[in-house]
């Protein structure tokens, strides 16, 4: 007797949400990649006079080679839309001074470096757009129920003889006693301030994380000169 297992469909989120976690994600990953390999190009750099460097510069380009695939593989899948790369020439018996020299004559190894190097300031920008544009929007929008919500916290401290006030806004939304219908009132004026920051907000963060995809395509993709897809398949 067979049964039969229902796959269950994979969640989809919406663009917005896919462009927002990848900004959020752009700042750890950026400092990762920043630290990563300016530490293993300087190591590298500093000790070439005694040998060591050479290994350790192999190894920093080939892991620039590995986080520049994890991008490739983080754009790919909140995206949709895959980051080709053409195949690394390598030969299965080749000599390690062999195996170096190729690497550095590799342009797509230095562009990676770049875009890795490039990733923090990038990342900083956008992380800090990501979380605040959208928080500020989000409280100006609902600041009558904030208003409500501080009240209802204050009532609750002065009945437990606490002396509580707020101040949302000073000397414009503030919370001293009881319910202000004036002051209420005062809360919807940033209302449709909220909803046009929270409009401006979404144009924003997506032309953001359509300019880090398009940085991303350009020093993470395939060598316009190589053949067509880069020897990938193009879904």
């Known amino acids: 007797m067979s049964t039969h297992v229902t796959k269950q469909p994979a969640v989809v989120w919406p663009p917005f949400v896919n462009t927002l976690v ?3 994600l752009s700042l750890p990953l950026g400092v990762v990649y920043f630290v990563l390999v300016v530490t293993g190009l300087a190591l590298s750099v500093g000790t070439l006079i005694i040998w060591i460097g050479i290994p350790l510069l192999l190894i920093t380009l080939l892991m620039v080679r590995g986080m520049a695939e994890i991008e490739r593989q983080i754009i790919a899948h909140l995206f949709r839309r895959p980051l080709p790369s053409r195949p690394y020439n390598s030969q299965p018996k080749q000599s390690f001074l062999g195996r170096l020299g190729a690497v550095l004559r590799d342009p797509r190894t230095w562009s990676s470096a770049l875009y890795m190097l490039f990733k923090m300031p990038l990342g900083i920008v956008s992380f800090v757009l990501a979380v605040t ?3 500020v ?3 100006l929008t609902a600041l009558p129920l904030v208003y409500l919500l501080n009240l209802y916290i204050d009532s609750i401290l002065q009945h437990n003889g606490v002396s509580a006030s707020s101040i949302l806004i000073p000397y414009f939304i503030e919370i001293h006693g009881g319910f202000d219908p004036m002051t209420f009132g005062r809360t919807f ?3 449709p301030i ?3 920051l929270g409009l401006v907000t979404y144009f924003l963060l997506q032309g953001l994380g359509a300019f880090s995809r398009e940085l991303a395509y350009a020093l ?3 060598d316009e000169s190589a053949p067509a897809n880069g020897g990938y398949p193009m879904e």
Do not use: D, Q
Request: glycine content about 12%; proline content about 11%; charged content about 0%.
């Open 133 to 135: 544009l959208p928080l």
């Open 189 to 191: 004026v940033f209302v």
């Open 220 to 222: 993470l993709g395939p």
């Open 194 to 196: 909220g909803l046009a």
């Open 137 to 139: 929007s989000l409280a």
């Open 22 to 24: 990848y900004l959020m």
